[in-house]
């Protein structure tokens, strides 16, 4: 079952919907009118953190995190 939420930017103040498979998440979220970037914290279907980021920070991470191939 998934769970919709419903995210203001702080910046632009517009609107968002996340569908999420649980209600609870922590990663970015990229405003879609003024494409600001944050990481957010989501607990029990609520946002209970915003701090701005880069599109940059949000890349450099998913490459840090990413498990690398070790050679045979």
């Not at 910046?11 to 600001?36: F, N, Q, R, T």
């Not at 953190?49 to 191939?69: N, Y």
Request: hydrophobic share 30%; aromatic share 6%.
């Amino acid at each position: 079952m998934s769970t919709t939420t419903e995210v203001e930017c702080p910046g632009c103040h517009a609107v968002g919907k996340l569908v999420l498979i649980s209600p609870d998440y922590e990663g970015p979220y990229a405003c879609w009118k003024c494409h600001s970037v944050y990481n957010i914290i989501i607990k029990g279907g609520q946002v209970t953190s915003f701090v701005p980021t880069t599109r940059e920070e949000v890349d450099r991470k998913r490459t840090l995190d990413k498990p690398s191939s070790m050679p045979d």
